[in-house]
C-alpha cells in the first residue's frame, strides 16, 4: 500500500482512539465530552507528532465545522432567528468592543508589543461557535430560550468576523510600515462591508427560489444517495461561496441550512447529515488538541493564565 494511504489511515487511528479514550475519561469524571477529545489530542500530538498527516486531518476538521454550522442552520429558520437577532443585536456588538478594548488593556499590562495585543484582543472578543453549539448539544439546551439566545449571539460575532478580516491587515500595515493611511483604510473597509451585505443579501434571495426546487427534484428520485450527496455538495457550495467573496465557509454552510429549514425535506436532511456531523465534529476537537505545543503552553502559562 502507499505509504500516503497508510499515514492518512494511521492518523484516523489515533485521532479516533483519542477520542474514545479521552470522551470515557471525561465521562467518568463529569466533564464535557469536549474537554476529553481535545486532552486526548493533545496528549497525542505530543507524545507522537511524527505519525499525523497534519493537513489531511485539518481539512476533515474543517468539514466537521462546517457540517456541525449547517446542521445548526436546520434546526433554526430565518422566523425563529430574526427577532432573536433583534433583541441581541447591540448587545452582542457591545460585548465584542467592551472585550476587544479589556484584552487590549490586558496585553499591555502583560508587557506585549501593541500588534498582538490587538490580535489577542480581537480573538479574545470572539467565541467559538463549534465549542458552544456542541457543549449545548450535550445538554439539550439548543431549543432553550437561553440557547436560542446563545446561537443569536454566536451569529452576530460571526458576521462580526468579515469586518474585523477587513480590518486586521489594515491595522498591521499601519502600525508596521506606516504606508496606509487611516482614511484610505476606512474606505476599503466600508466598501468590502457593503459589498460582503449585497453578496448575503443575493445568496439568501437565489437561495430561496432555488433550493426547494433543487432539492424537490432530487428527493422525487427515491435514490437516499444521491440525495445525501446533493446535500452536502449544498453545504460546500455555500462554503465556498462565501469563503470566495471574504467570509468564513462555516458561515455560508449555517446559511444554508436556514435556507433547508425553509423546505418540506429539512427533517430528512437532518437525519442524514447528523452522523456526519457528529463525526467530523469529533475529528476537529481532537485535531484542535493536536494543534496545541506543550512546550509552548508551558511556557507561556504564566501569560495565558
Known amino acids: 500500500m502507499d505509504p500516503h494511504s497508510i499515514s492518512l489511515i494511521t492518523t484516523l487511528l489515533l485521532v479516533f482512539t483519542a477520542a474514545i479514550f479521552g470522551g470515557i475519561v471525561a465521562r467518568k469524571l463529569r466533564l464535557p465530552m469536549i474537554i476529553g477529545y481535545i486532552a ?14 497534519r493537513s489531511f ?6 468539514s466537521g465545522v462546517t457540517l456541525l454550522l449547517f446542521t445548526l442552520g436546520i434546526e433554526f429558520s430565518f422566523v425563529r432567528l430574526r427577532p432573536i437577532l433583534r433583541s441581541v443585536f447591540w448587545a452582542a456588538v457591545a460585548q465584542i468592543v467592551v472585550c476587544a478594548f479589556l484584552f487590549l488593556f490586558a496585553g499591555f499590562a502583560l508587557g506585549l508589543p501593541f500588534l498582538p495585543s490587538f490580535f489577542v484582543a480581537v480573538a479574545g472578543s470572539l ?11 450535550e445538554r439539550g439546551e439548543l431549543d432553550t430560550v437561553p440557547g436560542q439566545i446563545a446561537i443569536g449571539w454566536l451569529v452576530i460575532q460571526d458576521l462580526a468576523v468579515v469586518p474585523i478580516m477587513l480590518l486586521l491587515p489594515a491595522v498591521a500595515s499601519v502600525v508596521s510600515q506606516g504606508n496606509v493611511s487611516v482614511l484610505g483604510a476606512v474606505g476599503a473597509i466600508g466598501k468590502s462591508l457593503v459589498f460582503s451585505v449585497i453578496a448575503l443579501a443575493g445568496i439568501v434571495f437565489l437561495g430561496k427560489t432555488l433550493v426547494p426546487k433543487l432539492l424537490g427534484k432530487v428527493a422525487a428520485l427515491g435514490s437516499r444517495e444521491i440525495f445525501v450527496l446533493a446535500t452536502v455538495g449544498l453545504v460546500f457550495l455555500a462554503g465556498v461561496t462565501t469563503y470566495s467573496l471574504g467570509m ?33 465534529a469529533v475529528v476537529f476537537f481532537v485535531s484542535l488538541g493536536m494543534t496545541i505545543s506543550w512546550e509552548t503552553l508551558v511556557r507561556m502559562w504564566p501569560v495565558i493564565l
Do not use: C, W, Y
Request: net charge negative.
Open 40 to 53: 486526548a489530542g493533545l496528549v497525542v500530538g505530543t507524545l507522537i507528532p511524527g505519525l499525523l498527516a
Open 127 to 137: 467565541s467559538s461557535t463549534a465549542v458552544v453549539v456542541k457543549l449545548l448539544s
Open 248 to 280: 468564513s465557509a462555516a458561515l455560508g454552510a449555517f446559511i444554508a441550512g436556514l435556507l433547508v429549514a425553509e423546505t418540506s425535506q429539512n427533517h430528512a436532511i437532518f437525519s442524514e447529515i447528523r452522523p456526519l456531523r457528529d463525526l467530523f
Open 57 to 62: 486531518l485539518q481539512l476533515i476538521a474543517d
